[in-house]
């Protein structure tokens, strides 16, 4: 028994030094604007892919400051999977509590059409406008014809060679406000350029092999024979 528990503890602390299980990410510029976008340049988000495991990944679209996402393809992704479910759709905006954002539905096609940026295979489409446009759209895919190795897997490019869109909203205020209104909308799109995030921050290793090798020696103290 004593061996079991200081191998198992020993375990513990090897996974605390090398980062077992951290999940990797991936950041999409929504940086290109079709011509409706024309009079403000982007970039005007990202979206955030994170690899979860190889069948599982989330998803975050974040607005930058005095653009909201809403409407009709809220936010479009081209999912690297010929079969894929979504779940746990949310949306908020952190300009003002008085826009609600959504509600939501979600289509999971061959293609859709996005003005200017060709077809992607799954949109997300959010009630009405403005009054309901949001800040940050996030959600969960699950592949379930295949699998992902990677936080850059989870996506393909179109014909276009793009990887993710969004309808933007461009407001008469910067940060946005519920009582103006959006001057323009349009849509924008990652033009395939993907910039991989650094992994979270953790202790330094050295931190972590003290305080593994604290720990065995507690526990071999304890489990020790008493004369």
């Not at 974040?62 to 999977?81: K, M, Q």
């Not at 349009?186 to 931190?207: D, H, Q, R, Y």
């Amino acid at each position: 028994m004593k061996r079991i528990l200081t191998s198992a503890l020993a375990s513990a602390a090897l996974m605390l030094v090398f980062g077992v299980g951290v999940a990797s990410a991936d950041s999409i510029s929504l940086n290109s604007g079709n011509k409706a976008l024309s009079g403000s340049p982007g970039p005007y988000g990202n979206a955030v892919i994170t690899f979860v495991d190889s069948t599982h990944a989330d998803v975050t679209f974040t607005s930058l400051s005095g653009f909201l996402f809403g409407a009709t393809a809220s936010v479009d992704l081209n999912v690297n999977a010929t079969a894929f479910t979504v779940s746990g759709i949310t949306g908020t905006n952190s300009d003002s509590a008085l826009f609600t954002p959504g509600p939501y539905t979600s289509s999971v096609a061959a293609g859709q059409e996005v003005d200017g940026w060709g077809k992607f295979n799954f949109t997300i489409d959010s009630f009405d406008g403005y009054q309901h446009s949001a800040t940050s759209i996030s959600f969960e895919l699950t592949d379930t014809s295949g699998t992902w190795t990677s936080d850059t897997d989870v996506t393909t490019g179109n014909k276009d060679g793009l990887l993710a869109a969004a309808h933007i909203f461009v407001c008469d205020k910067d940060p946005c406000s519920p009582s103006g209104s959006a001057t323009v909308t349009g849509f924008a799109a990652g033009n395939g350029t993907t910039e991989e995030l650094p992994p979270p921050t953790v202790p330094e290793p050295g931190s972590l092999v003290l305080l593994g090798t604290g720990l065995i020696a507690l526990l071999r103290r304890r489990l020790a024979p008493r004369g």
